[in-house]
């Protein structure tokens, strides 16, 4: 039996993150792991997941290969504010996840390793937490995530010894028509350090992949003497790796309800989370009510007592106040909403300030792109912004201004002050309305 408890059991680990795959399934120029889910890359939401394990990792390496710069790019670009850093090491050659693990064991620092695919985005840290003390608790050589699934998937069937060990992955389930429940394998694992080195020396190229596959650390493992053990995991769903565009439909679907739920636990009312989308990083106060049919991109803030939908569309970076009422048919893309703004029906608002309790009237346009560049309009407290108008940026209206009805404003528009026409005039016999409505 191999000796691998010599000296204290330590509680920190290294993570090994394995992201180097070109995914091929997947028919697409990308490399898999940077495929967008609910509007992050599927490398997100593991980094993510083990940046939040302060208590346990204290180390995480990447192991990258197919387009290494751009993902070694995209996962620096969320996590460079991190104070836990990312390490990468490159994997030449595609040669399995066994030679992708030896690419990264001279970085590891920790006498205890989590191993796992960056495709697996389902994965809470919850989960990993609990394998963790699972894995330290039984003091094994190695352990792994396992699950019940009867559909038919890409993952390894686990075979148990007499004594209802793991000692061996088989590759690849086949699928059961009769719908039996097969233990499967996750591809996450815990390993002691010289158990996990002394075995990937021994895996051999498999004969018709011609890789070196981790899974065959198992049954070096077991035939050796060590202890393998397995965590079984109630929630299969959670071990979903995406391999193809089905896959990742089926994770978004997936992601987009436990988002959903995140934010009606915290009083957010969502009239039908099934044709709600909101992707990963959105913000939204109580007391909102989003209705069906609502697209809330990633960076959006969200306050509390506002009305959203439905059919709108509420790009990334939008600032929406509380009490404000974005109604049905509306795209708002980078842009500022007041408290208390009103705009119920069909228009769209692009690099657009508006103040409070403005109202916008139903089909208003701003034009913000000139065929070269955006422009930025501004649209100050207490203005009303009359049907079908078009404000042409860079562009101003001041507060408590008025526009009319089919109003195409083409310049500045002064404070309390009416303009109506093509191209918009201000309107003299107005001027006795606009400066009783001065406070």
């Given at each position: 039996?191999?000796?691998?408890?010599?000296?204290?059991?330590?509680?920190?680990?290294?993570?090994?993150?394995?992201?180097?795959?070109?995914?091929?399934?997947?028919?697409?120029?990308?490399?898999?792991?940077?495929?967008?889910?609910?509007?992050?890359?599927?490398?997100?939401?593991?980094?993510?997941?083990?940046?939040?394990?302060?208590?346990?990792?204290?180390?995480?390496?990447?192991?990258?290969?197919?387009?290494?710069?751009?993902?070694?790019?995209?996962?620096?670009?969320?996590?460079?504010?991190?104070?836990?850093?990312?390490?990468?090491?490159?994997?030449?050659?595609?040669?399995?996840?066994?030679?992708?693990?030896?690419?990264?064991?001279?970085?590891?620092?920790?006498?205890?390793?989590?191993?796992?695919?960056?495709?697996?985005?389902?994965?809470?840290?919850?989960?990993?937490?609990?394998?963790?003390?699972?894995?330290?608790?039984?003091?094994?050589?190695?352990?792994?995530?396992?699950?019940?699934?009867?559909?038919?998937?890409?993952?390894?069937?686990?075979?148990?010894?007499?004594?209802?060990?793991?000692?061996?992955?088989?590759?690849?389930?086949?699928?059961?028509?009769?719908?039996?429940?097969?233990?499967?394998?996750?591809?996450?694992?815990?390993f002691k350090r010289d158990a996990l080195l002394q075995s990937i020396k021994k895996i051999e190229k498999n004969a018709r992949k011609q890789e070196y596959f981790l899974t065959d650390a198992i049954q070096i493992l077991s035939g050796a003497?060590?202890?393998?053990?397995?965590?079984?995991?109630?929630?299969?769903?959670?071990?979903?790796?995406?391999?193809?565009?089905?896959?990742?439909?089926?994770?978004?679907?997936?992601?987009?309800?436990?988002?959903?739920?995140?934010?009606?636990?915290?009083?957010?009312?969502?009239?039908?989370?099934?044709?709600?989308?909101?992707?990963?990083?959105?913000?939204?106060?109580?007391?909102?009510?989003?209705?069906?049919?609502?697209f809330i991109e990633k960076n959006v803030i969200i306050g509390s007592n506002c009305t959203l939908g439905p059919f709108i569309h509420v790009r990334e970076g939008c600032r929406i106040k509380d009490n404000a009422y974005l109604g049905n048919?509306?795209?708002?893309?980078?842009?500022?909403?007041?408290?208390?703004?009103?705009?119920?029906?069909?228009?769209?608002?692009?690099?657009?300030?508006?103040?409070?309790?403005?109202?916008?009237?139903?089909?208003?346009?701003?034009?913000?792109?000139?065929?070269?560049?955006?422009?930025k309009t501004f649209i100050e407290e207490d203005s009303f912004i009359g049907c079908d108008t078009i404000l042409i940026a860079p562009l101003k209206v001041g507060k408590g201004a008025f526009t009319g009805a089919g109003s195409v404003v083409?310049?500045?528009?002064?404070?309390?002050?009416?303009?109506?026409?093509?191209?918009?005039?201000?309107?003299?016999?107005?001027?006795?309305?606009?400066?009783?409505?001065?406070?």
């Amino acid at each position: 039996m191999l000796d691998i408890f010599n000296g204290a059991m330590k509680r920190d680990f290294t993570a090994i993150v394995l992201a180097a795959g070109k995914g091929k399934r997947m028919r697409s120029r990308h490399p898999k792991v940077l495929h967008r889910l609910a509007g992050k890359p599927l490398i997100y939401y593991v980094l993510r997941e083990l940046m939040g394990m302060r208590r346990y990792i204290k180390q995480i390496v990447v192991v990258v290969g197919h387009k290494n710069k751009n993902v070694e790019e995209a996962a620096r670009k969320y996590f460079s504010h991190s104070r836990k850093k990312l390490d990468f090491v490159y994997q030449n050659q595609p040669l399995g996840t066994a030679d992708a693990v030896r690419c990264a064991q001279q970085k590891v620092k920790c006498d205890d390793i989590l191993i796992m695919c960056a495709d697996t985005p389902l994965i809470t840290r919850t989960t990993l937490r609990s394998f963790i003390s699972f894995f330290l608790r039984k003091r094994a050589a190695c352990a792994l995530i396992t699950a019940y699934r009867s559909d038919k998937n890409d993952l390894g069937s686990v075979l148990r010894d007499s004594k209802g060990r793991p000692c061996a992955v088989k590759e690849k389930l086949d699928f059961n028509p009769q719908g039996i429940l097969a233990e499967v394998n996750s591809g996450i694992y815990c390993f002691k350090r010289d158990a996990l080195l002394q075995s990937i020396k021994k895996i051999e190229k498999n004969a018709r992949k011609q890789e070196y596959f981790l899974t065959d650390a198992i049954q070096i493992l077991s035939g050796a003497g060590c202890r393998i053990e397995a965590y079984l995991l109630d929630d299969s769903e959670q071990i979903l790796g995406i391999n193809t565009q089905h896959h990742l439909r089926r994770a978004e679907k997936a992601l987009r309800r436990k988002i959903c739920d995140q934010f009606i636990a915290r009083g957010v009312n969502i009239i039908d989370p099934e044709s709600t989308f909101i992707e990963e990083g959105a913000k939204i106060g109580k007391n909102t009510y989003i209705y069906p049919f609502t697209f809330i991109e990633k960076n959006v803030i969200i306050g509390s007592n506002c009305t959203l939908g439905p059919f709108i569309h509420v790009r990334e970076g939008c600032r929406i106040k509380d009490n404000a009422y974005l109604g049905n048919f509306v795209e708002i893309c980078r842009s500022k909403i007041g408290k208390g703004v009103r705009m119920k029906h069909l228009g769209y608002l692009g690099d657009t300030s508006v103040g409070d309790n403005v109202n916008i009237g139903a089909g208003t346009v701003v034009a913000n792109f000139d065929g070269k560049k955006k422009h930025k309009t501004f649209i100050e407290e207490d203005s009303f912004i009359g049907c079908d108008t078009i404000l042409i940026a860079p562009l101003k209206v001041g507060k408590g201004a008025f526009t009319g009805a089919g109003s195409v404003v083409t310049r500045d528009v002064g404070a309390y002050t009416v303009v109506a026409g093509v191209p918009a005039r201000i309107l003299k016999s107005a001027q006795k309305y606009t400066s009783k409505t001065k406070r």
